[in-house]
């Protein structure tokens, strides 16, 4: 006896061999200031959709990026 449930899994099955892989957001190289300050998600346009909603401007300032290679280790 067949149940509905277990023949529509068995539809659902990827018959030409290509696999489901989940799209990863891609992440933003660098978030305004407004957003990094509120540390809200930035989608790194020109103007924000943060600050565009908000009616204030949009700036960007590089941060300063800090290699964990060239960090001194802990000493023993």
Known sequence: MN???SNQSSNNDDSDGEQYTPRTPRRT???CTFCRGR????????????CNR????????????????SSPGPTR
């Not at 540390?39 to 943060?50: E, Q, T, V, Y």
């Not at 908000?54 to 290679?69: D, E, F, T």
């Open 3 to 5: 149940s509905p449930q």
């Open 54 to 69: 908000r009616g204030i401007p949009c700036s960007y300032v590089p941060s300063l990026h800090r290699s964990k290679a």
């Open 29 to 31: 190289p660098m978030a």
């Open 39 to 50: 540390k809200l998600k930035c989608d790194g346009r020109p103007i924000c959709a943060n």
